[in-house]
């Protein structure tokens, strides 16, 4: 963890215990303060940790007795060893390092104190610490290695802390600390503040301690804050603020966006940076640099030297110019199918100046006779597979069922369909999908009474959500949208077979309302318009994919939840202990994601169909259709029609659709997480009464309710539920983006011009029926839009090096109580279990959404993964 506070300030890190052993935690980084002062700062200490700032004659007599008996105490000698290094490559440059040379020569390089949990028995107050000043004793860079040697009464008890003070000028990572106890050798990793590896709930903390429990949830609230205005990068403060940040109306009145968050558009809260307002819009924040992040949340080392690291998301409004000038014409759609597999096969030559392109290693292919690099994508893994399964109706069903985006598709349960918007101002609310329709469509087989009775009727519906958007979004240069529904039906094999799509076009001032069913062909030009209808009808998925299922519901909504719990849990709760791995990196992909993918004219709004209404597309379904007790697997099914309760069931509900691929290995991953949780939850609350009792766990779920989810404050939640969004959920959204939609045919994220059948010009007639594949490529994202979009789904799928995998290792803390760690070990063998499970399932050819020739194994729920793109494996956290 990274931390820096002002040079008035103590820092304290926390203790991570472990025997023999070491835990990849992030670094400390702790702030430089001038040499000297010592004498001054143990008065400070002193009053910190004791509030000794009066002595009574009383008093004095119980001093001049401890004193005494502390003279008799016997002493041992504790070594201790530092291994750390500068904050930054570069720092280590500066002028000032001849000074910190100086410094470690003197042998002040950093003030060492180790902090009792043990009461002095005389005093009946906190034991003083016991200090020394650590000397540099070995440089191998990049790292420091320093020694301290520490005089420890034998009655001083158990480490409960320890805090370190920086005498460099120069910020300094602390990697780890061995003490050399006479009981044998103990490795501390560090994490800002970080006390020993037993856990502590408010009330059973021990008296030493509580006073240091408290400061660092102050210094944390940002209590003890110096100064007003804008959080540096230096701080550690977490506090709540709306997204006012996605719009840029100082550079450009076209970039303004209305602020998001509180009545007129409900959503999560976001990290507040504390950045002036803007000038011309002043419920607006101002946009440059780097957003504030805290310092704990940043990417470590090894991640942020990865190329899915922060510096590649900074540098990707860069790269794409740099892409552009290498299309012949970037704006225009690919000519022909030929040109957009050259993308795979023969790639695009770069210039020679390209700057921050071999940044990205993974797309760029030196080729030996040629003097340039080419930007040449990997083929994604259903190219791969089978080139031309996108095309087939199959296959678009049952990508609904395992693809990128299994959270939309739900049992269709009323009949006729109608829409609940106003028909004044939207049209005629009733659809045109018929009972003679669908009957056509499934053959016979059953009539639609008997289809509804026997839940064999599904649908995507983007109908009610989309239409308000639809005039809105036709305004918008270059694109067009309807709102649309798309109906299946379940066949005995428990597959999906498409059966109709109905796109609406509400009216304007100037023209009635149009819609149109579209169902598979038998004909060409039957064949083709369906073709272009399900390219419509992807499109609007893979945008409700990116800003819902994806965006919205796992990294936004996570975020809240890690600013409550560093505001109101201490680090050394058991339920913060239990979160925090699924809180890793979240806020720094956050932070980036509002500076490149979701602001105003950023990736999202460039080349996905809402355009400048994402967010707050995003906005309208979060105040509709997010709930907190919704959020579960189960829970999110049964809402849908996907499932119904059944305690006879394995997983006590009870799939509408068996081969569901999602939700079969979902269903296993959330019934692990929910006995691993289960356990440890009840080894610290044996008794529910101690839940009401924990005034941190009280003040977290209050921020959580009425502040970071203030819009939905009435509504309730579980810890379970908040482990799955950042882990199952996310991984089964994120990592198979290049996978499914590197091929963009397969996932359009845009379409730019209408169906030619709606209200159609002779030459849009006459160009249809003459070149229907020309308007499926006009009908496609640019050339500059879909290349963009596969840079960037390539780095979303892509795991870093430093990725943290449910069941990989146990956490310090975890590892330390032998009834936490037995629980994750049952936790472990679960998991393990699940990878066999998954495999078993991918080479049973019966379950036909997940095996069969050229069939996409369904993987993303596995739990451990190589790093690059996978699709498998599943962090703790969202991370990327």
């Known amino acids: 963890m990274f931390c820096r506070e002002s040079s008035s300030s103590l820092q304290t890190l926390n203790i991570a215990k472990s025997v023999n052993s070491l835990f990849p935690n992030p670094s400390a980084l702790i702030k430089p303060i001038s040499v000297g002062g010592r004498d001054k700062l143990c008065r400070r200490r002193r009053q910190n940790l004791g509030g000794r700032c009066k002595v009574t004659s009383s008093q004095s007599n119980i001093d001049q007795k401890a004193k005494i008996v502390k003279e008799k105490v016997k002493k041992i000698k504790v070594k201790g060893y530092i291994t750390a290094k500068e904050g930054t490559l570069l720092e280590g440059l500066g002028w000032t390092r001849p000074l910190d040379d100086i410094t470690d020569i003197r042998g002040r390089s950093l003030l060492v104190e180790l902090i009792s949990t043990k009461t002095d028995t005389h005093t009946l107050m906190e034991k003083d610490p016991v200090e020394d000043y650590a000397q540099r004793v070995w440089f191998e860079a990049p790292d420091e290695k320093y020694e301290c040697v520490f005089d420890m009464p034998e009655d001083f008890g158990t480490v409960g802390a320890i805090r370190v003070q920086n005498q460099h000028h120069k910020e300094m990572f602390i990697k780890e600390m061995e003490l050399e106890l006479p009981s044998g050798s103990v490795t501390f990793t560090s994490k800002r503040i970080f006390f020993s590896n037993k856990s502590y709930l408010p009330n059973e903390t021990p008296g030493p301690l509580k006073k240091l429990r408290k400061q660092e949830l102050e210094t944390l609230q940002g209590k003890n804050r110096e100064r007003d205005g804008e959080f540096t990068k ?16 100082d550079r450009d009145v076209e970039l303004a966006r209305p602020v998001i968050g509180g009545l007129s558009h409900p959503y999560p809260r976001r ?24 310092r704990d949340e940043e990417f470590s080392t090894d991640k942020g030297n990865s190329f899915t690291s922060k510096a590649i998301l ?9 892409i552009e000038c290498a299309l012949l014409d970037p704006r225009s759609p690919f000519p022909h199918f030929k040109s957009i597999e050259d993308l795979f096969e023969v790639g695009i030559q770069l210039p020679k100046d390209a700057g921050l392109l071999p940044m990205i290693p993974r797309l760029i292919k030196a080729v030996a006779e040629a003097q340039d690099d080419l930007l040449q994508f990997d083929p994604p893994v259903l190219l791969n597979k089978d080139r031309f399964s996108w095309i087939r109706d199959d296959e678009f069903a049952r990508q609904t069922l395992a693809g990128l985006n299994p959270y939309s598709i739900q049992l269709v349960e009323e009949w006729p369909l109608k829409s609940e918007l106003d028909p004044a101002v939207y049209g005629d609310p009733n659809s045109l999908i018929t009972w003679e329709i669908v009957e056509k469509e499934i053959r016979g087989v059953m009539s639609v009474d008997e289809a509804l009775k026997n839940k064999r009727l599904f649908m995507l519906d983007y109908h009610d959500l989309l239409l308000p958007y639809v005039n809105k979004v036709r305004e918008l240069d270059d694109t067009t949208l309807y709102a649309s529904r798309t109906l299946f039906f379940l066949s005995d094999d428990s597959t999906l077979r498409p059966v109709a799509i109905e796109l609406t076009r509400p009216p304007d001032v100037n023209r009635p309302q149009w819609k149109q069913v579209f169902t598979p062909g038998y004909d060409a030009t039957s064949c083709w318009l369906w073709k272009l209808a399900k390219t419509h009808a992807v499109a609007h998925d893979a945008g409700y994919h990116q800003l819902i299922s994806h965006w919205l519901r796992t990294h936004c909504c996570t975020e809240l939840y890690i600013i409550a719990a560093n505001r109101q849990l201490s680090a050394m709760h058991p339920i913060y202990r239990l979160l925090h791995p699924h809180f890793r990196y979240t806020m720094e992909i956050n932070a980036r994601a509002r500076q490149s993918l979701i602001n105003a004219g950023g990736i999202i709004e460039s080349c996905f169909w ?7 597309l995003s906005s309208d379904v979060y105040g509709k259709l997010w709930r907190f007790d919704k959020e579960g697997l189960p829970a999110d099914l049964i809402r849908r029609g996907l499932a119904v309760e059944d305690e006879t069931a394995e997983h006590r509900v009870r799939l509408t659709i068996p081969d569901y691929p999602f939700a079969n290995d979902g269903l296993m991953l959330w019934d692990a997480l929910k006995e691993w949780i289960t356990d440890y939850v009840n080894h610290y609350y044996p008794d529910a009464g101690l839940i009401m009792l924990d005034e941190e766990l009280q003040g977290w779920w209050s921020e959580v309710r009425n502040i970071g989810h203030g819009d939905k404050k009435d509504e309730p939640c ?26 963009f045919p397969n996932r359009p994220t845009t379409t730019r011009i209408k169906m030619p059948v709606e209200e159609p010009t002779e030459e849009e007639l006459k160009e249809f029926y003459e070149q229907p594949e020309k308007v499926l490529l006009n009908t496609f994202p640019s050339q500059k839009q879909a290349t963009t979009v596969m840079v960037t789904l390539d780095l979303l799928s892509t795991h870093s090096p430093d990725e ?9 803390f975890w590892a330390n109580e032998p009834v936490i760690y037995a629980a994750y070990e049952r936790f472990k063998g679960r998991l393990q279990y699940l990878e066999g499970v998954i495999d078993e399932r991918n080479v049973n050819v019966s379950l036909k959404n997940r095996a069969g020739a050229g069939v996409v194994k369904y993987e993303l729920l596995k739990p451990i993964s190589e790093p690059g793109v996978t699709g498998m494996g599943v962090p703790y956290s969202v991370s990327i």
């Open 314 to 322: 900074a540098a990707l409004p860069s790269v794409f110019p740099q």
């Open 234 to 249: 230096y701080e550690r403060v977490y506090d709540y603020d709306v997204y006012n940040d996605v719009g840029d109306p």
């Open 271 to 294: 990290c507040k940076t504390g950045r002036k307002l803007c000038d011309k819009d002043p419920s607006s924040e101002k946009r440059y640099g780097e957003f504030y992040v805290p």
């Open 610 to 616: 809402p355009g400048k209404y994402s967010v707050e």
């Open 718 to 743: 579980v810890v379970k539920k908040i482990a799955w969004v950042a882990s199952g959920h996310h991984a089964a959204v994120n990592f198979g983006q290049y996978g499914y939609g590197g091929y």
């Open 804 to 812: 943290e995998y449910l069941g990989e290792e146990p956490e310090a």
